[in-house]
Structures are given as structure tokens and as C-alpha cells.
């Protein structure tokens, strides 16, 4: 994993991105297909101009990105983006695992474990 790849400033856009519920449910749709702005501020009671602004925190954080197809502008999830803060995430999940496994071992072979 490159390590600028995952530098804290990357890190952080992307976690402060996907802190809001709205960016989420953003994200969430696009991982389903590419979508306009107009298509991805159909379910929320906010402004279109809100959409945007959420939409450019997220391209700001690199997780989605934006093309033109003729009077179309669709918005596309960077899976490769997500995929590294997966991994990023994926690397403490297995430390942790190994301690559960290490703790659940030494718990089994406690004095329990010895009685008839």
C-alpha cells in the first residue's frame, strides 16, 4: 500500500467526508451506478445547490468524481479510493483479531479448563 496513498491529510477528507449521513447515502447510491445531481437529490428534502456542495466535499476527498456525457454530468464513485480506506481500516481489524485470538486462547487455558 503506497504510503502517499493513504497520507493523514487523504485520510482525514475522506473520514470527515463520510461523516455526514447525507454523503453517506450519497455514496451508498453510487456504489449502484453513476448518477446526476439531480438523480442523487431526488430522496433528501434538501436544495439541489446542497447536493452539489456534498457532492464536492466528496471529490474534494477523492471518493467520487465527476464527467460530462453530452448536456450530462454524472457523478461516479472512485471504488479504488474506497478500496484503500477498506484496507487502511482492514490493517487494524486483523491486529485487533490476533489480540481476540491471543485473549480467547490464554482464557482457554485457564484453570477451567483443568477440572475434571
Not at 434538501?46 to 453530452?70: F, M, N, P, W, Y
Amino acid at each position: 500500500m503506497e504510503q502517499e496513498a493513504l497520507g493523514s491529510d487523504t485520510l482525514d477528507r475522506a473520514f470527515m467526508a463520510l461523516a455526514d449521513p447525507v454523503r453517506r447515502a450519497i455514496v451508498a447510491r453510487l456504489s449502484r451506478g453513476d448518477a446526476t445531481v439531480n438523480e442523487l437529490a431526488e430522496p433528501f428534502a434538501i436544495t439541489k445547490q446542497a447536493v452539489s456542495k456534498h457532492i464536492q466535499v466528496l471529490e474534494h476527498a477523492g471518493l467520487v468524481t465527476r464527467s460530462r456525457d453530452a448536456q450530462r454530468r454524472p457523478v461516479h464513485l472512485n471504488a479504488a479510493a474506497l478500496e484503500r480506506l477498506t484496507a487502511w481500516i482492514d490493517q487494524y481489524r486483523l491486529i485487533a483479531e490476533s489480540r481476540f485470538r491471543r485473549l480467547d486462547t490464554l482464557l482457554g487455558a485457564g484453570p477451567s479448563d483443568q477440572e475434571p
